[in-house]
Structure formats: structure tokens, C-alpha cells
């Protein structure tokens, strides 16, 4: 797997405790096998040893745990930085049709199953792998026909349970995408505090909710019934055999009393064994839900990439449009537009609702391919995704708050900034805001302690901190005071080497402009 490459110390040590604690596991029959073959005398010398490795082997197991968790915290973070980054790769049009809280969901139940394979799954194959093998040779020398019986038991559980894994995994890609689709049904209900607090009881919640919640832990009992079902049935298989064969080994003992220590030994060694052949039921689950999880991450996340040019734009001097054609999911739109644009532009992006005003804009920044656009004579095509975003800014009335400081949300993760934030603060775009907060100030989530001109003025902020060659405004000063409004144009005006484009549904903003896009 992709994902769990790079962790080989962490797989060479749990490997090396492993055995250690497998063969540890093994020692009170290895060594009753050992007496009764050497015709030793069981003394209270041997009796301390058996005591000494079952305290070792428990406290290998807990070194074991400890190492472990202490393992989870990076290999989480950095498998879960490696998944959101291939999520953010994915095409535009792909992240709406997912959509995010959906895709959130499903990666994280990926990152668990990955975890839970490296640090259990791997544990059991090879641990109990181990445990195995060295009671199938034990059981032969007891007798030949014994260590045949058990060698026989391993393909029927296995041949069992690759039946039901292929079977489960089926219903665990419905179930994933089942829970992940009712979360994100629930999830929309309550993020919006206003709606949810306007009414009067839960009831209503309650009715929109239900059916979601049904729909989870119906599909769970569902897979839980056939999971826990089938591999009963394969559980009480094994019983039958252990009960038979330690049947037989009684009688034997019962007619020789020579072989009475096949039958000691056999009775340590049977649960030993048949614990260890039932944990790679839970390994046949956990190896299910690995596989739907790598399958939806190659299918929908990196199968579902978006390209990128190779040529990279060190800046904006000039953007070329020509008869252009941009590709909506299976749709297309084409664009009569033949104009070019160099920095100290304003142009007024003018047209009808539904005209493709906020599409072309979004086709500059390569939210969905196009064609008829250069940079500097470069189509954009060629131009990386990466170098292109840095020059170009895109700015909408839908807006990111997070659940921080004031400060924090105009740096958005940036560390590095160097933000005059004396001269910032007294600005005409902050000093409004900061007059009843200050940089400090702790945001509720989507901003809830903010007007709408409070949240837009934080945004705009943002995007000037690490100032664009190409600035995107599309309907930022909807909805707001006209005060914040003139605030916030004339603050970005100020940038006279930028290229500026405005969409607006208020028609006195294209005396600012200075262009104009008719569509």
C-alpha cells in the first residue's frame, strides 16, 4: 500500500517483538513436550520458568501496546496529510459532485483501517502465523495423522473465509458510502446554528435525522449479522474438530498410559492453536475493509486528479482571451470573448445571471479546463497549477472562517508572513472590524460573531497579506453594507500593478473600472 510505505522500522521492530512473543506464548508446551520426551521430572524450577515467560510475554505485549500508540500519532498525521492532499489535487467538478463532507468522512475511516492493518493485521499473520506452524510441528510428532488433521484445518478456514471476505467486502463499499452520505445529511443540519436553534422543539430535527440514522445502523446490524453469522459457522467447524480430536487423544490415553502426555500436552496446545487459526477471521475483516478503502482512494481521489501544465508563471504581465471554451462536468460553454489585460486593469465582469460570469472567472484560476486563455502568451493549459494559483486570486461571497484568532484567519496556516500589523490594523478595510475585537479575538465557527461585512473584510485581508498579480472578485460585496462595500473596493484599488477583475450585481462598481467584460 501506498500509504504504509516509508514505516519499515516501525515493521522490522513489531516483527522482531512479535516472534519474541509468539514463541514466548509456546514455551509451556514446548516445554512439557521437552519433559515428557528427555523423561525430565516436572519440578517447581520448571514451573517458575512457565510463570517467568507468561509474565515476560505480557509484558512484551504491553511494550508492544505502548510502542504502538506512540506509532499511531505520526503515522496517522502523515497518512492523513498524504490523503487530504490527494483530495485537494482532485478536479473542481469531481470536489461538488463528492463533496467535501462526504470525501472528509471517507478518509477518515481510511486512516483508521490503515492504522488498524499496520498495527494489528500484520501483528496477527505474523504472530499467529508463527503460532501455527509450531503447533502443526508439535502435533507431529505427537502423531503423524494428528499433524495431518491440523494441516487440513488451515485451507478449510481459509477457503471459508475468502468466501465471506469477498461477499463483505461488497457490503462494506455500500455501508462506507452508506454512513458516509447519512453523516453528511446530519452534519448539514446541525452546522447551521440559526436554523437550528429557531425551533421551537426537536421534533422536527428529529424527523429529518431518523432516517439517516436508520439508514447507518441498519446497514451496520446488517453487515454485523453476516460477518459474525457466516464466521460462527466456521468457528463452531473448529470447535467440532478440537473437541473430536482431544476425544480421540483420551481414548488413546485411556487404552496407554504412555500416551497420556500427548494428551496433557494436546490439551495446553489445542486452544493455543485454535485461538490463533480464529484471529485470522478478524485479520480476513480488517484486510476487507483495507482493500475498499485503497480501492475508493485509487478510484475516486487519485483516479479523479486534476492535470497540471509543467510551464511555470513567475508573473502576470498579460492575460490573453480568445474565442474560449471551457468544459463544465459533460457539459461545455463557449465564450465569445477577445480582449487582453495587463496590470492596472479593473474590469467590470458584466452579463446576465447564468451567462458564465463567475465560469470564466473561475477557468483562469484552472478550476475546470478551458481553452483560448494565455498568461504571458503561455496557454493556460501549460501553465502548472501551482505557480498559476500563487499569481492569481479568487475571492467569493462564500467564505472560509475558521474556529480561530482573528489574526490566524488573515494569515490562513501562513507562517512566514512579514505583516506590518500596526500599520494593517489602522487600515480603512481593519478598523472597522477592530473596533469591537483585536487581532486576538477567537472567531465561532463560520464566523457566527461576525456581520457580513466583518467576514468579508477578514477575507479580502487575507487575500492581501500576500498580495496577487491577479485579483478575482466575484460577488464579494453582495449582501453587505454599502459602507464595508466601498471599504473593501477601495482598498484593493489601491493595487495599481494588479489586474483586477469585479463581478457584481450592483451596476454603480463599474465606475471603478476602467474594462469591461460584456457577456
Same mark, same amino acid.
Given at each position: 500500500?501506498?500509504f504504509?510505505?516509508?514505516?519499515t522500522?516501525?515493521?522490522?521492530l513489531?516483527?522482531?517483538l512479535?516472534?519474541?512473543?509468539?514463541l514466548i506464548?509456546?514455551?509451556?508446551?514446548?516445554l512439557?513436550r521437552?519433559?515428557?520426551?528427555?523423561?525430565?521430572?516436572?519440578?517447581?524450577q520448571t514451573?517458575?520458568?512457565?510463570v517467568?515467560?507468561m509474565i515476560g510475554?505480557?509484558?512484551?505485549?504491553f511494550i508492544?501496546?505502548?510502542?504502538?500508540?506512540?506509532f499511531?500519532i505520526?503515522?496517522n498525521l502523515?497518512?492523513?496529510?498524504?490523503?487530504?492532499?490527494?483530495?485537494?489535487?482532485?478536479?473542481?467538478?469531481?470536489?461538488l459532485?463528492?463533496e467535501?463532507?462526504?470525501?472528509?468522512n471517507?478518509l477518515?475511516?481510511?486512516?483508521?483501517? %490503515?492504522?488498524?492493518f499496520?498495527?494489528?493485521?500484520f501483528v496477527?499473520?505474523?504472530?499467529?502465523?508463527?503460532v501455527?506452524?509450531?503447533? /502443526?510441528?508439535i502435533?507431529?510428532?505427537?502423531?503423524?495423522?494428528l499433524g495431518?488433521?491440523?494441516?487440513?484445518?488451515?485451507?478449510i478456514?481459509y477457503?471459508?473465509?475468502?468466501?465471506?471476505?469477498?461477499?463483505l467486502?461488497?457490503?462494506?463499499?455500500?455501508m462506507?458510502?452508506?454512513?458516509?452520505?447519512s453523516?453528511?445529511e446530519?452534519?448539514?443540519?446541525f452546522k447551521?446554528t440559526d436554523y437550528l436553534?429557531?425551533?421551537?422543539d426537536?421534533t422536527t430535527?428529529?424527523?429529518?435525522?431518523?432516517?439517516s440514522?436508520l439508514n447507518i445502523?441498519?446497514?451496520?446490524?446488517?453487515?454485523?449479522?453476516?460477518?459474525r453469522?457466516t464466521s460462527?459457522?466456521?468457528?463452531?467447524?473448529?470447535s467440532?474438530?478440537?473437541?473430536?480430536l %482431544?476425544?480421540?487423544?483420551?481414548?488413546?490415553a485411556?487404552?496407554?498410559?504412555?500416551n497420556?502426555?500427548?494428551?496433557?500436552i494436546?490439551?495446553?496446545?489445542?486452544?493455543?492453536? %485454535?485461538?490463533a487459526?480464529?484471529?485470522?477471521?478478524?485479520?480476513?475483516?480488517?484486510?476487507?475493509?483495507?482493500?475498499?478503502?485503497?480501492?475508493?482512494?485509487?478510484n475516486?481521489?487519485?483516479?479523479n486528479?486534476?492535470q497540471?501544465?509543467?510551464?511555470s508563471?513567475q508573473?502576470?504581465?498579460?492575460?490573453?482571451m480568445?474565442?474560449?471554451h471551457?468544459?463544465?462536468?459533460?457539459?461545455?460553454?463557449n465564450?465569445s470573448v477577445?480582449?487582453?489585460?495587463v496590470?492596472?486593469? /479593473?474590469?467590470?465582469?458584466?452579463?446576465?445571471?447564468?451567462?458564465?460570469?463567475?465560469?470564466?472567472?473561475?477557468?483562469?484560476?484552472?478550476?475546470?479546463?478551458?481553452k483560448?486563455i494565455?498568461?504571458?502568451?503561455?496557454?493556460?493549459?501549460n501553465?502548472?497549477?501551482?505557480?498559476l494559483?500563487k499569481?492569481?486570486?479568487?475571492?467569493?461571497?462564500?467564505?472560509?472562517?475558521?474556529?480561530?484568532?482573528v489574526?490566524?484567519?488573515?494569515? %490562513?496556516?501562513?507562517?512566514?508572513?512579514d505583516v506590518?500589523?500596526?500599520?494593517f490594523?489602522?487600515?480603512?478595510?481593519?478598523?472597522?472590524?477592530?473596533?469591537?475585537k483585536?487581532?486576538?479575538?477567537?472567531?465561532?465557527?463560520?464566523g457566527?460573531?461576525?456581520s457580513?461585512g466583518?467576514?468579508?473584510?477578514?477575507?479580502?485581508?487575507?487575500?492581501?497579506?500576500?498580495?496577487?498579480?491577479?485579483l478575482?472578485?466575484?460577488e464579494?460585496?453582495?449582501?453587505i453594507?454599502?459602507?464595508a462595500?466601498?471599504?473593501i473596493?477601495?482598498?484593493?484599488?489601491e493595487?495599481?500593478?494588479?489586474?483586477?477583475f469585479?463581478?457584481s450585481h450592483?451596476k454603480?462598481h463599474?465606475?471603478f473600472c476602467?474594462?469591461e467584460?460584456?457577456?
Amino acid at each position: 500500500m501506498t500509504f504504509i510505505k516509508g514505516q519499515t522500522r516501525f515493521i522490522v521492530l513489531t516483527a522482531i517483538l512479535t516472534i519474541f512473543n509468539a514463541l514466548i506464548t509456546l514455551i509451556t508446551p514446548l516445554l512439557l513436550r521437552n519433559i515428557y520426551t528427555n523423561h525430565y521430572q516436572l519440578n517447581y524450577q520448571t514451573l517458575r520458568l512457565v510463570v517467568g515467560c507468561m509474565i515476560g510475554s505480557f509484558l512484551f505485549q504491553f511494550i508492544l501496546l505502548i510502542f504502538r500508540e506512540n506509532f499511531a500519532i505520526n503515522f496517522n498525521l502523515e497518512t492523513s496529510k498524504t490523503l487530504y492532499r490527494k483530495m485537494f489535487e482532485m478536479t473542481y467538478d469531481k470536489l461538488l459532485t463528492l463533496e467535501p463532507t462526504y470525501l472528509v468522512n471517507r478518509l477518515l475511516e481510511a486512516v483508521i483501517v %490503515f492504522y488498524q492493518f499496520v498495527t494489528s493485521s500484520f501483528v496477527t499473520i505474523l504472530g499467529n502465523g508463527l503460532v501455527v506452524l509450531i503447533s /502443526v510441528i508439535i502435533f507431529s510428532t505427537i502423531d503423524s495423522v494428528l499433524g495431518v488433521l491440523m494441516i487440513l484445518i488451515l485451507p478449510i478456514n481459509y477457503i471459508g473465509y475468502k468466501v465471506i471476505n469477498q461477499k463483505l467486502q461488497q457490503k462494506s463499499a455500500i455501508m462506507a458510502d452508506n454512513n458516509a452520505r447519512s453523516l453528511k445529511e446530519i452534519l448539514t443540519v446541525f452546522k447551521n446554528t440559526d436554523y437550528l436553534k429557531q425551533e421551537s422543539d426537536f421534533t422536527t430535527i428529529e424527523t429529518i435525522i431518523t432516517p439517516s440514522l436508520l439508514n447507518i445502523y441498519e446497514k451496520m446490524a446488517d453487515i454485523n449479522k453476516f460477518a459474525r453469522g457466516t464466521s460462527l459457522s466456521i468457528e463452531l467447524l473448529n470447535s467440532f474438530f478440537q473437541n473430536l480430536l %482431544f476425544l480421540w487423544l483420551a481414548l488413546a490415553a485411556s487404552q496407554n498410559a504412555n500416551n497420556l502426555p500427548n494428551l496433557i500436552i494436546a490439551s495446553v496446545l489445542f486452544p493455543i492453536y %485454535f485461538n490463533a487459526v480464529k484471529s485470522f477471521s478478524s485479520v480476513n475483516l480488517e484486510f476487507r475493509n483495507l482493500k475498499v478503502a485503497h480501492e475508493f482512494i485509487n478510484n475516486e481521489i487519485i483516479g479523479n486528479s486534476e492535470q497540471s501544465g509543467q510551464q511555470s508563471l513567475q508573473s502576470v504581465e498579460e492575460i490573453k482571451m480568445e474565442n474560449i471554451h471551457i468544459e463544465i462536468a459533460q457539459q461545455s460553454l463557449n465564450l465569445s470573448v477577445n480582449q487582453t489585460f495587463v496590470p492596472g486593469d /479593473v474590469v467590470y465582469v458584466n452579463g446576465p445571471s447564468g451567462a458564465g460570469k463567475s465560469t470564466l472567472m473561475k477557468a483562469l484560476i484552472k478550476f475546470r479546463k478551458s481553452k483560448g486563455i494565455s498568461f504571458n502568451g503561455i496557454p493556460l493549459e501549460n501553465i502548472s497549477n501551482s505557480s498559476l494559483r500563487k499569481r492569481v486570486s479568487y475571492l467569493s461571497q462564500d467564505n472560509t472562517l475558521l474556529p480561530a484568532t482573528v489574526q490566524d484567519n488573515i494569515l %490562513f496556516g501562513r507562517l512566514s508572513v512579514d505583516v506590518n500589523w500596526q500599520k494593517f490594523s489602522h487600515s480603512r478595510l481593519l478598523s472597522p472590524l477592530l473596533t469591537t475585537k483585536d487581532l486576538d479575538s477567537i472567531l465561532y465557527e463560520g464566523g457566527a460573531n461576525l456581520s457580513g461585512g466583518e467576514k468579508q473584510r477578514i477575507v479580502i485581508a487575507r487575500a492581501l497579506v500576500e498580495p496577487a498579480d491577479v485579483l478575482i472578485l466575484d460577488e464579494v460585496t453582495s449582501n453587505i453594507d454599502k459602507q464595508a462595500a466601498d471599504d473593501i473596493l477601495a482598498t484593493i484599488l489601491e493595487a495599481t500593478d494588479t489586474i483586477t477583475f469585479i463581478i457584481s450585481h450592483d451596476k454603480s462598481h463599474r465606475q471603478f473600472c476602467t474594462k469591461e467584460i460584456i457577456l
